[in-house]
């Protein structure tokens, strides 16, 4: 037998997805969805500017490239200074003294110096240096970071037959084997302690690219995050 309400038997019960409880997990759903919503955005955003900046990396105008023109320039100077430098050593054994000895071997350094100088140029970019390996590297720099930059964008994809099959289109050809031995030979200098880290290219050829589409270098937080990801892919 039922026991007696003193209130009345029929007492209203509450009704489903009613009372504090229920709008306090209303406003927990929603504010999830909206950070949800957020991650999404971030992430499309991510995305878009990461394919941006892989179409930098991988754009021929910016590869340094010998520059025949300036180094012949640069090689017929260095013969008519080996021509003075002969003469000079000539005179100096006909006639010994301490200034043309100290004039030669000022020249026989400058020859030294000299000699190995190449110049380097893109459609957009203009540099010199002494040595190759200064612009090789720079062209490793992009296709690592162009190599890093596909693994987050497409998890589990090798980059480097696409990285080949951009280039290819844009009239850059070379193999892709190529392609991985310049990437190996900088980690591995990576590697050794003997270069930047991945991170700190990424952060040099991200500022780069801000500069050369919006005219200013400095990224945010967001962007930074964005970096350390694809550097620890």
Known sequence: MWDEDPEGMERELPMAGSGPLHEGMQRSLS???VLMARVIQSKEDETSQLEKFLDW??????????????????????????????????????????HLNHA???????????????????????ANGSGLPKGENALSERILAAALVLR?????????????????????????RSWETRVDRLRKKIQDGKYF???????????????????????????QQMLEAVANV
Do not use: C, M
């Open 152 to 176: 987050r964008l497409r998890p589990g994809t090798y980059p480097y037959p696409e990285i080949k099959r951009t280039l290819d289109e844009r009239k850059y050809h070379r193999s892709q």
């Open 197 to 223: 880290n991945a991170l700190a290219i990424l952060e040099l050829l991200y500022a780069q690219f801000l500069h050369a589409n919006r005219k200013y270098t400095g990224y945010s937080n967001s962007e």
């Open 31 to 33: 504010r999830r969805s």
């Open 104 to 126: 030669s071997a000022d020249l026989r350094d400058y020859v030294k110096l000299t000699a190995g100088r190449r110049f380097r140029r893109s459609k957009l970019v203009s």
């Open 57 to 98: 990396l991988l754009d021929p105008d910016y590869f340094l490239q010998p520059d025949s023109a300036r180094n012949s320039e640069s090689d017929a100077h260095v013969k008519r200074i080996k021509r003075i430098l002969s003469r000079l050593e000539q005179e100096a054994q006909r006639w010994p003294a301490f």
